[in-house]
């Protein structure tokens, strides 16, 4: 079974840094575009970042760009999310999704994303 397992949420006060992390298992790893998403209260799931495994391209939603970064261990099969400058308004259950192309389309969105794991919450306050 494909299982990607979020960890490293927390509580945090503003201006601090959290580490995100995804475990990817039970899936061809490589060539695999993932990512991580958010959804705070009384809102829609949005996009954050995504990379594509098999050439190292990122993409970054503009609320986060310069904060946070994306970064994957072909090795380890995890893909984590540097976050730093939090704000209350980074406030959100985080997900980790992959999905099977290139990330040539649309990365941020959910469109395609097959596979997602539970979600870990981040609290800024």
């Known amino acids: 079974d494909v299982q990607l397992v979020e960890s490293g949420g927390g509580s945090v006060q503003a201006g601090g840094s959290l580490r995100l992390f995804c475990a990817v298992s039970g899936y061809t790893y490589n060539r695999r575009c993932i990512g991580w998403f958010r959804q705070a209260p009384g809102k829609e799931r949005g996009g954050v970042a995504t990379?594509?495994?098999?050439?190292?391209?990122?993409y970054y939603a503009d609320s986060v760009k310069g904060r946070f970064t994306i970064s994957h261990d072909s090795a380890k099969n995890r893909v984590y999310l540097q976050m730093n400058s939090l704000s209350p308004d980074d406030t959100a259950l985080y997900y980790c999704?992959?999905?099977?192309?290139?990330?040539?389309?649309?990365?941020?969105?959910?469109?395609?994303?097959?596979?997602w794991g539970q979600g870990t919450q981040v609290t800024v306050s």
């Open positions: 990379t594509y495994t098999g050439g190292g391209s990122t």
């Open positions: 999704a992959a999905r099977g192309d290139s990330c040539s389309s649309r990365p941020l969105t959910e469109m395609g994303y097959k596979f």
